[in-house]
């Protein structure tokens, strides 16, 4: 039973480049949700994917963005990159467009920005 | 702004003993609480929910919710040195709102 699988694990960007994560939700859940997690920091919420709309946003800039595709599947871009999104970019996923039982985490991206 | 708060430790706690983390959140209204294990590099590991008041036990883990003073707390008994580890709380406020939202996390270090 294959969990979230997240790709890249590690990245390093320059300042200004734009990047792309993925993301493949759990078996059976339809629901992806991705989160900024800097170091010693909780995870901040970025948005909520559901049925390929994004359902619901946190307080980031519209540099990022996301979709999601027919199989679940989601991606995270982030354009014009700074110093300070270097962190660990945490794909969540959950069924039936609730969290209600919590979310599944995939092992996440590590973005480096210099 | 809805905010969850956690003390962030670190934690010591000898090997053996009761550990115990405590968490507040702002709404009142909140429905659903998390916690979450994250090992050092490693990405959050749910370990336990809890949605009404009262205590839920799984195994050695105990969560206890209190929503007229609006804690929840966790406590791990017999705790292991693999129980070294940040943990975090996470809330969901309300029906229809399905973020959860996270506290900084309180670092735990069990002392063999």
């Known amino acids: 039973d294959a969990g979230v699988t997240q790709s890249p694990t590690h990245l390093i960007k320059t300042r200004g480049q734009q990047v792309t994560l993925r993301c493949s939700p759990k078996?059976?859940?339809?629901?992806v949700s991705w989160y900024q997690q800097a170091l010693g920091q909780g995870p901040q919420f970025i948005f909520q994917?559901?049925?390929?709309?994004?359902?619901q946003r946190g307080n980031f800039p519209d540099r990022f963005s996301g979709h999601q595709f027919p199989n679940y599947s989601s991606e995270l871009n982030v354009n014009a990159l700074l110093l300070g999104d270097s962190a660990l970019y945490l794909c969540?996923?959950?069924?039936?467009?609730?969290?209600?039982?919590?979310?599944?985490f995939g092992s996440g991206t590590r973005l480096t920005v210099v | 702004q809805k905010e969850v708060e956690q003390n962030s430790g670190p934690l010591s706690v000898p090997e053996g003993a009761i550990a115990s983390l405590n968490c507040t959140y702002s709404?009142?209204?909140?429905?659903?609480f998390f916690w979450y294990r994250q090992y050092s590099g490693k990405s959050p590991e749910l370990i336990m929910s809890?949605?009404?008041?009262g205590d839920k036990e799984d195994g050695r883990f105990t969560a206890q919710l209190n929503k007229a003073s609006q804690y929840v707390s966790l406590l791990i008994r017999d705790s292991q040195p693999s129980d070294s580890a940040t943990y975090l709380c996470?809330?969901?406020?309300?029906?229809?709102?399905?973020?959860?939202?996270f506290g900084t996390g309180t670092r735990l270090t069990i002392i063999p």
């Open positions: 969540a996923s959950s069924p039936g467009g609730l969290s209600s039982y919590g979310y599944t």
């Open positions: 078996s059976g859940h339809d629901t």
């Open positions: 994917y559901y049925e390929e709309e994004e359902r």
């Open positions: 709404d009142r209204g909140s429905q659903s």
């Open positions: 809890i949605y009404s008041n």
């Open positions: 996470a809330v969901r406020w309300n029906f229809g709102n399905e973020k959860l939202t």
